[in-house]
C-alpha cells in the first residue's frame, strides 16, 4: 500500500468517527504516516498533502496521546510543537569532548597545515591524502544521542566538554530526526550524530519582521537568533522559529559508522538526516584551495550564513594516526572567511538626500577594518530602523560588510553603554534646501519634495549618466557636482548641451578631456530606451521594470499618454509604479524635458533588439521568468535577452505570476520561494528546449 493509500485510509477513518481495533496500532500507523510525509515535505520538498492535511493528522495523533498517555513515545510527531516550559537548563557532560579547530586564513596557512598532515603521516613524495571540504556553517553546534533509532538527547557544545540540555527544544525542530530511518544503512545501537543549528536567513528575517510589529527586541544576527532560540525555557517558542539542523558527523558510537568522512556524509543522509549538498572530496589541495576561496565570493547566495570551510583529512585511520593537539584535532582545519563584522564607535549621524528625495540616514564610523576594507561610513537605512534598534550617537555599534553591499550598522551593543550616548532625531527640513521633509504614506522613508532640491538635482546627473543608465564614459560624482556647482546644468537635459567652450573654462578639463566627454554625451543618445527610461530617475522604476514597460509600450509618447490603468496591465507593474508613472509623466517640466530630449537627436522609441518577437519566434510569449545562480555556459544577461527575443519577460523577484524559474548553480531565496509556490524549475538545457533550440 503507498503511503497516499494509507494517508487516506487513516483520514476516512478518523474523519467519519470510525473505529480501530487497536489503539495503539492506530498511534503506530498515524507516527509512521506522519514521519514519512515529514520527510517529503521537509527534506525532499515534494510534500504529497496540503498543511492542512499534516496538521490534521497530527491534530488526531496529539487527541490520542492526551486521552492515552501511555502511548506517548519520543518519536511522536507532536514534539515538533514543543512541551511545557521549564526552570532552567541542566549540564551534561559529553561523552567525548567536542573539539574546536585551528584556523587558516589564506590559501598558503591552508597548505602548511596539509604538510603538516603529510609529513606526520610520513606520506611519500607526490603522495596525496584524499580531503573532505565542508561549509562552515555559522550556528551553533549540537549533539544528538540516539538509542535504537529514538532520539533520547540532545545538548549543546558548551564550553566543549559540558553542555546544556536541549533534548525539548530540539525535538521541535524539523530537520532533526525523531528516530533514524535505516535507509539500507543499519544504524548502531548507541550513537551520537554532531552537526550545527542553524537559522535560514529567510526564517530569520520573518522572525525579525515579527517580532518588530510586536516592539520586542529583535536578533542582531542569524547565529545570535539560533542560540538564543535552541535555549528557551518554553519549547513552544523555539518551535515557532522555523531553525533547520545539518549533520557533519558522529561522536561517540557503540559500532564503526563508515572508513571515512564522505562516506559518513552519505551515511547520515540514509539516516534522514539534512547534509549539506555542497560537500566535497578532493584528492589536490591545490583544488580544495580554489574551493574555499570561491565560496567566500560566493556565500551571499546561500540561505544561511557561513564564516568559512571545514577541511578534513578523509580517513578515519589517518585521523587517528595524526590525533589531537590540546582542544583542537590535527586532522581537521577551518579556512576562515575575513570578518564582515566588527563593533566601532558611532560619531555621528548624518543624512543624505539621494536623486528621488529620498532621506537616508548615515552613521560617520570611528574608522574599522572589516573584511580587509577600511570603513568609516555605513547605512542606517531610515528613520524607524534607528529607532526600532535603539541606536544613539556614541554607541559601540556593530557593523556588517557583505560581498559588494553598502556597509550597515546592525546593531547597537547596550552594555557598552557609559550614559553620555546621545539619542537621535530625524530632522524635518532637507539639509540641502531646507525644505521640510515628508513622509508618504505606507512608507518608512522621508523625502525632500523641492523640485529645486540642489543635492537632489546633482544626484539626478550622476544617476543619469551612471553605467546602468546612459553609460556617459568619464562622468562620475565628482563632475555632475563641478558640472551643476558651475551652473552648466540645471535641467537634465543641459547636459546635450554641453559646449566644448563652456568646458575648457572648468579647472581640470584639457581639450582631450572635453572632446572625450563629448562623444561619450554623442554616444549616449544611441542607448535603449529602456536605459534612458531608468536613467529619468522615476520612483520605483529600476532596470527590470524599465525593461518590461518597454516590451509593452513603443516608445516614450506612448507612455506619456498613458493612464495607470495601462500601466497596470505590465506583468510585474504594481499600483505603487503605475501611479509613480503617471504622476512623473503629468508634470510640464518632465514632458519639456523629453521635448528637448527628441530635439537633441535622440531616439525615444524602443530598437529592434527591444521588441517582442513575432510569430514563430515568440516561444515565449505571455511568460515571465525569473533567473537566479548560475547556469553552465550562459551569463544571466545572456539568460535575459535569449528569454527577452522570444516575447518573454524577465522579474527579478519570485511571485504567483512568474511562469518559470531559471535556476542553475548556487542558487539562493528564489529558488525556495519557487519550491512553496509550486513554480516549475527549468535548467539551461530545458530552458533551450522550450524556447525552440534543442
Not at 530526526?177 to 529567510?202: A, N
Not at 571515512?260 to 560537500?279: P, R
Not at 531608468?534 to 509600450?553: K, M, W
Not at 501611479?579 to 530598437?607: C, H, P, Q, Y
Request: proline share 4%.
Amino acid at each position: 500500500m503507498t503511503l497516499l493509500e494509507r494517508t487516506r485510509g487513516l483520514q476516512s477513518l478518523l474523519r467519519n468517527g470510525g473505529e480501530h481495533p487497536d489503539v495503539e496500532d492506530l498511534v503506530e500507523d498515524l507516527i509512521s504516516v506522519l514521519r514519512e510525509h515529514g520527510l517529503l515535505y521537509y527534506r525532499d520538498a515534494e510534500p504529497l498533502i496540503s498543511d492542512g492535511e499534516y496538521d490534521e493528522l497530527l491534530g488526531w495523533l496529539k487527541d490520542l496521546e492526551t486521552d492515552h498517555p501511555e502511548l506517548l513515545r519520543l518519536d511522536s510527531p507532536t514534539h515538533r510543537v514543543g512541551a511545557q516550559p521549564r526552570d532552567g537548563f541542566e549540564k551534561v557532560t559529553h561523552p567525548e569532548a567536542m573539539l574546536s579547530l585551528g584556523n587558516a586564513f589564506n590559501g598558503e596557512e591552508l597548505k602548511a597545515w596539509y604538510e603538516r598532515c603529510r609529513k606526520r603521516l610520513e606520506a611519500d613524495d607526490g603522495e596525496e591524502l584524499p580531503l573532505t571540504a565542508e561549509l562552515k556553517i555559522d550556528g551553533l553546534a549540537v549533539a544528538l544521542t540516539y538509542q535504537n533509532g529514538l532520539l533520547t538527547r540532545a545538548a549543546t557544545r558548551g564550553d566543549g566538554r559540558v553542555g546544556e540540555l536541549i533534548s525539548q527544544n530540539a525535538r521541535t525542530i524539523r530537520t532533526v530526526p525523531l528516530r533514524l530511518s535505516s535507509g539500507g544503512v543499519e544504524y548502531p545501537e548507541t550513537v551520537e550524530i554532531r552537526g550545527e543549528v542553524y537559522f535560514p536567513k529567510t526564517a530569520f528575517e520573518r522572525l525579525n519582521d515579527s517580532l518588530r510589529e510586536k516592539d520586542q527586541k529583535t536578533f542582531a544576527n542569524p547565529r545570535n537568533a539560533a542560540a538564543g532560540s535552541l535555549r528557551m525555557l518554553d519549547s513552544s517558542v523555539t518551535a515557532s522559529r522555523d531553525l533547520a539542523f545539518y549533520a557533519y558527523s558522529t561522536g561517540p558510537s557503540s559500532a564503526p559508522v563508515g572508513a571515512s568522512q564522505h562516506e559518513t556524509l552519505k551515511t547520515l543522509s540514509d539516516w534522514a538526516f539534512d547534509v549539506n549538498v555542497e560537500a566535497r572530496r578532493f584528492t589536490s589541495i591545490e583544488d580544495v584551495v580554489d574551493y574555499c576561496e570561491s565560496w567566500a565570493l560566493r556565500r551571499d547566495s546561500l540561505d544561511y550564513e557561513i564564516d568559512g570551510v571545514v577541511v578534513k583529512v578523509d580517513y578515519f585511520d589517518l585521523q587517528r594516526r595524526l590525533g589531537n593537539v590540546s582542544n583542537a584535532p590535527r586532522w581537521a582545519i577551518a579556512f576562515k572567511f575575513p570578518a564582515r563584522e566588527s563593533t566601532t564607535r558611532l560619531n555621528d549621524i548624518v543624512i543624505n538626500v539621494g536623486r528621488t528625495g529620498m532621506i537616508t540616514p548615515e552613521a560617520v564610523l570611528e574608522p574599522v577594518l572589516i573584511g580587509g576594507v577600511t570603513v568609516s561610513q555605513a547605512t542606517l537605512h531610515n528613520a524607524d530602523y534607528i529607532l526600532d534598534r535603539d541606536i544613539r550617537i556614541g554607541d559601540t555599534v556593530v557593523v556588517k560588510r557583505a560581498g559588494d553591499v553598502i556597509p550597515a550598522v546592525v546593531s547597537a551593543v547596550p552594555s557598552a553603554r557609559t550614559g553620555e550616548e546621545v539619542e537621535w532625531e530625524m530632522p524635518h527640513t532637507c539639509p540641502a534646501c531646507s525644505s521640510e521633509l515628508e513622509r508618504l504614506e505606507g512608507e518608512a522613508d522621508h523625502y525632500c519634495v523641492s523640485s529645486t532640491c540642489p543635492e537632489q538635482f546633482i544626484r539626478l546627473v550622476e544617476h543619469f549618466a551612471s553605467r546602468d543608465a546612459m553609460d556617459i564614459d568619464g562622468f562620475g560624482t565628482k563632475l555632475a557636482i563641478q558640472l551643476v556647482e558651475a551652473g552648466l546644468i540645471s535641467k537634465l537635459q543641459d547636459i546635450f548641451a554641453l559646449k566644448r567652450v563652456n568646458l575648457l573654462e572648468l579647472e581640470g578639463f584639457a581639450e582631450k578631456k572635453a572632446d572625450s566627454l563629448l562623444s561619450g554625451i554623442e554616444s549616449s543618445k544611441g542607448q535603449r530606451l529602456s536605459r534612458l527610461l531608468f536613467a529619468l530617475g522615476i520612483r520605483h522604476v529600476g532596470r527590470t521594470t524599465a525593461e518590461l514597460l518597454v516590451g509593452c509600450f513603443p516608445d516614450i509618447d506612448s507612455m506619456v499618454e498613458s493612464d495607470e490603468q495601462a500601466f497596470l496591465e505590465v506583468d510585474g507593474v504594481g499600483t505603487v509604479i503605475a501611479s509613480s508613472l503617471v504622476d512623473w509623466f503629468s508634470l510640464d517640466s518632465n514632458r519639456e524635458l523629453i521635448a528637448a530630449l527628441k530635439e537633441s537627436g535622440m531616439s525615444l522609441s524602443r530598437r529592434e533588439d527591444e521588441k517582442p518577437s513575432e510569430g514563430d519566434n515568440a516561444a515565449f510569449e505571455g511568460m515571465t521568468f525569473v533567473v537566479t545562480g548560475t547556469l553552465p555556459t550562459m551569463g544571466r544577461k545572456e539568460v535575459q535577452e535569449y528569454i527577452k527575443r522570444r516575447g518573454g519577460k524577465v522579474s527579478s523577484s519570485v511571485s504567483s505570476k512568474t511562469s518559470y524559474v531559471v535556476l542553475g548553480e548556487n542558487a539562493g531565496s528564489k529558488a525556495t520561494r519557487a519550491a512553496e509556490l509550486n513554480i516549475q524549475i527549468l535548467d539551461q538545457d530545458s530552458l533551450k528546449a522550450l524556447g525552440g533550440q534543442n
